[in-house]
């Protein structure tokens, strides 16, 4: 082979996509799980990531999430 780039049968593709959404997946609950524990150490809202999240969510296809990230840097005691 000389370097050329092998496209996948669309099943595998799709394998490969729901593999990549799953790690991804993952990635996200163990980020959130983790949030919710330093905030319950540190006796803060857990539910304040989680919202931000949900917003995130429920913008995809409306307000830019960039938008909204930067609106929440805004509105944070951190900013």
């Known amino acids: ?20 959404r799953h790690k991804a997946i993952v990635r996200i609950l163990n980020d959130i799980r983790m949030d919710m524990e330093i905030c319950e150490i540190e006796g803060w809202d857990k539910n304040e990531y989680l919202n931000l999240i949900r917003q995130l969510l429920n913008s995809i296809g409306g307000r830019s ?4 990230i930067d609106r929440q840097a805004e509105d944070s005691k951190w900013s």
């Open 1 to 20: 082979m000389s370097g050329g780039v092998i496209i996948p049968d669309k099943e595998t593709a799709k394998a490969l996509n729901d593999l990549a």
């Open 65 to 68: 999430m960039s938008d909204l």
